[in-house]
């Protein structure tokens, strides 16, 4: 007896500081100005997605002590624009990255129960830690913390903001007018919370939302992100490009629910995908090539390969062999706030490797930078791709994707008319919304008082 085809789950990440983004071309649009975030939503929203994904950064990332504007410089603050983007949408759910390091749980979770409230039940939340002393500098308290206290600190504040939303039941309000009486509970919203991280005791000022809590995402691939995701999250972003890849990771995630008292349907593995798409699939194969370049410019080249020499290179070209020094892995770092640095833990390896590659492909810096980095992860015709991310989900390697189209706020538009349709037909995507939360739309329970 065959097995049931699974419902594909889509999302839109409005991509913003990082090279998926091409920024120069001529059809790109503005990343300040909101009819980009509102076009961007409402093409999600017409093609019945799951939610609308925004990342955020708390500080202009650096390299060489320069500002680097190669990519996208600066957003608008992620709560603002998915407030304003709950007034042009009704159904699209809306998934906002706030970081637990720098920021405080009572703030928070005020801020996520009121964009429920605002959306009428679609409001998420990807919870993030901070890892470096770079982005610590904006805040008071600066500094950065350890792998594991960013960790423990993180499940101590969804712990605590969970406390927060729970101490509303959500009958509170009578609102009797000839009583008089508004509510029928005097402790509404009492809380006391003593921990590692927190030590908190007060009143919370916003009742219970539509659905209780926020749907919680995480976006971690370390074994300590795959642990928080598997206790605490609902959904959980990552980067796997291949089907194999895919499938280790969904099997090692799943398996870790069981501990929890959790099942494997209430923990969605989403990953990014970026796609470009054809009339044809030598078509698009030849214009992922040019989004490839587009992606990487010369001095983009070169300041990737800065990431692992820990130097500046602005004096190589970038159309000409790699660097015979050796990375520099006694100074600081080069680069401050790239993620991205903490990917090449041992940089002499990682530059004997690439040397090795580079001679034997007769590449360029340029070259080497295109062909060791992220590629697209769905190229091909409409039905090619419809067909490839099918059978991604259907295999197990993934629930569905956070698509990330390399131009905003159009990029999502053909996806949205060619590729969803084929999707609809083959009767692995809605036609239409069946709930009105982000909770209906992924298929997740509403967390009662004492749920998980």
């Known amino acids: 007896m065959s097995k049931p085809l699974k419902q594909i789950h889509l999302a839109a990440h409005f991509p ?8 120069s071309d001529p059809e790109a649009g503005s990343h300040i100005e909101f009819s980009s975030f509102a076009h961007f939503a409402r093409t999600a929203e ?15 990332r650096e390299q060489g002590g320069k500002i680097y504007d190669l990519d996208v410089v600066g957003r608008p603050d992620t709560f603002t624009v998915l407030a304003a983007l709950a007034a042009v949408t009704e159904r699209l759910g809306l998934t906002g990255t706030i970081n637990s390091t720098f920021n405080e749980p009572y703030e928070v979770a005020r801020q996520f129960a009121s964009l429920d409230h605002l959306s009428a039940g679609r409001a998420a939340w990807n919870v993030v830690t901070s890892w470096d002393a770079f982005t610590g500098e904006n805040f008071r308290r600066g500094g950065f913390l350890p792998q594991e206290e960013r960790y423990s600190r993180a499940k101590e504040f969804l712990a605590t903001a969970n406390e927060l939303f729970d101490s509303w039941q959500g009958d509170e309000i009578t609102a009797g007018q000839e009583t008089g009486t ?6 509404a919203g009492a809380f006391v919370h003593t921990g590692q991280h927190f ?3 007060g009143r919370f000022n916003v009742p219970r939302s539509p659905q209780g809590r926020p749907v919680i995402f995480q976006a971690g ?12 999250a609902d959904a959980i972003f990552s980067r796997h490009a291949t089907l194999d890849a895919g499938q280790a990771f969904y099997t090692d995630v799943k398996s870790r629910l069981a501990a929890y008292g959790r099942r494997p349907d209430q923990l969605l593995i989403l990953p990014a995908a970026s796609f470009v798409l054809g009339d044809t699939d030598a078509e698009a194969e030849e214009l992922a090539k040019e989004v490839r370049r587009q992606q990487v410019s010369g001095a983009t080249a070169l300041r990737h390969l800065e990431f692992v020499w820990n130097r500046d290179l602005s004096a190589y070209d970038p159309e000409g062999p790699l660097p015979d020094i050796d990375p520099d892995v006694d100074g600081t770092h080069i680069s401050q706030g790239r993620a991205q640095v903490r990917m090449y833990r041992d940089p002499l390896a ?3 490797a690439w040397r090795e ?5 007769n590449w360029s810096i340029r070259d080497l930078v295109i062909e060791t980095g992220n590629r697209q992860n769905f190229v091909g015709s409409p039905a090619t791709v419809a067909r490839t991310i099918n059978e991604y989900v259907q295999s197990d390697a993934a629930d569905g994707f956070t698509l990330v189209p390399h131009i905003t706020p159009t ?6 008319d060619r590729v969803v349709p084929l999707l609809q037909e083959q009767g692995v995507f809605r036609a239409d919304y069946e709930g009105t939360t982000l909770r209906d739309h992924l298929g997740l329970d509403t967390p009662g008082l004492t749920g998980p």
């Open 411 to 416: 990029g999502l538009d053909a996806f949205a």
């Open 357 to 361: 590659l580079a001679a034997a492909n």
């Open 221 to 232: 691939d370390s074994d300590e992100g795959r642990e928080f995701a598997a206790a605490a």
């Open 16 to 23: 913003g500081v990082n090279n998926t983004t091409v920024w």
């Open 46 to 60: 017409r093609a019945k997605f799951d939610f609308l994904f925004l990342a955020e950064g708390l500080r202009l």
């Open 350 to 352: 990682t530059a004997r």
């Open 182 to 187: 508004f509510l029928s509970d005097a402790k």
């Open 199 to 201: 030590d908190i005791e």
